[in-house]
Every structure is written in structure tokens, then in C-alpha cells.
């Protein structure tokens, strides 16, 4: 079942200095981060604080283009995640012709945002985020753990030795 989400807003990832995009439902109830590029991350901010350009970025021009073309963005979905990484299908229509295009997510939430449409999330991506988000996150902490334990090892000097039980 597709669930209609809106942009919440970006952040950072504290520990990958990664953006992540976090669409949330429209009652507030359900949220998921996608980790993004950082020219996907500055696309998506530009909509989102009405930022306009002298010359069209990429995604401007590809709304343009549809436009020009007589092509309509009825909504974006995001349908599935594998691993670590997310599909996403941008859903147009010209002259009574649906046509699905497989986009990265954030590519098609850029895109929504320019032509106003909706976007969805197949409801069993929010569950399996869930998992991936704290396996990431794990991870992280994992990796977290061991820099810290090599900091420590780089910087113990001799008369450290002996000091501490092992």
C-alpha cells in the first residue's frame, strides 16, 4: 500500500556528514531518512526555501523540458529498498499515456517538489527502513568504536604500559 508523504526537511548525518532527506507521512505518524547526495541534498533545499537561480539548475530544466513537452508529474514513488539503497519511480502522463520512470529518490523527490506532485512510499519500504536505519546506524557506532580504540592505541607511550588491566 503506497502512503503519501510530504518533506519534513534535511539534516546531516552526524557520523558520515551524509544529507538525509526525511519524508514523513501527512499525520506526522510515520517518518523515514534517506541518505542523499549533496547536489541532490542542494536541489531539494532550493525548493524547499523558494531559492531561485538566474540560469536553471538540472532539475529545473528537467521540469522545463516536461512542460515544454506537454508531460505532467502526477506523483513520485518510492518503491522499494534493497541493501542500503532506495528505488524510487517518477509516474508521468501525456495525452492519456501513463509512463513510470525509475529514478534514485532523491532525483524524484527534487523533481516532485518543482512540479508540485505528491509523493508516496510503498509502506513495506517505511518497515524495512526501519531495520536498515538502525543496522546503519550500528554500523556507525561500530566504526565509531574502533577509531576510538585505535586514537587510543596511536597514542598510548611507553609508561602508559602496565597502567591498565587487561
Not at 31 to 46: N, R
Not at 77 to 96: H, P, Q, W
Request: proline residues 4%; contains cysteine; negative net charge.
Amino acid at each position: 500500500m503506497l502512503i503519501e508523504m510530504r518533506v519534513a526537511g534535511l539534516t546531516i548525518d552526524p557520523v558520515t556528514n551524509t544529507p538525509i532527506v526525511i519524508l514523513k507521512n501527512l499525520q506526522e505518524s510515520k517518518a523515514i531518512p534517506i541518505w542523499i547526495g549533496l547536489f541532490e541534498a542542494s536541489a531539494i533545499a532550493t525548493v524547499l526555501e523558494k531559492i531561485v537561480f538566474p540560469r536553471p539548475m538540472t532539475h529545473d530544466l528537467f521540469n522545463e523540458c516536461l512542460k515544454f513537452l506537454e508531460v505532467t508529474v502526477d506523483r513520485v514513488e518510492i518503491v522499494d529498498i534493497r541493501g542500503n539503497t532506495f528505488f524510487a519511480n517518477i509516474c508521468l502522463s501525456r495525452e492519456g499515456r501513463n509512463y513510470s520512470i525509475d529514478a534514485r529518490p532523491s532525483d524524484a523527490i527534487a523533481i516532485a517538489l518543482r512540479a508540485n506532485a505528491p509523493i508516496f512510499v510503498e509502506e513495506s519500504v517505511i518497515e524495512k527502513s526501519r531495520s536498515v536505519d538502525l543496522m546503519v546506524k550500528l554500523g556507525d557506532l561500530n566504526q565509531l568504536k574502533e577509531e576510538k580504540i585505535k586514537e587510543f592505541l596511536e597514542n598510548l607511550s611507553i609508561e602508559d604500559f602496565g597502567k591498565y588491566k587487561m
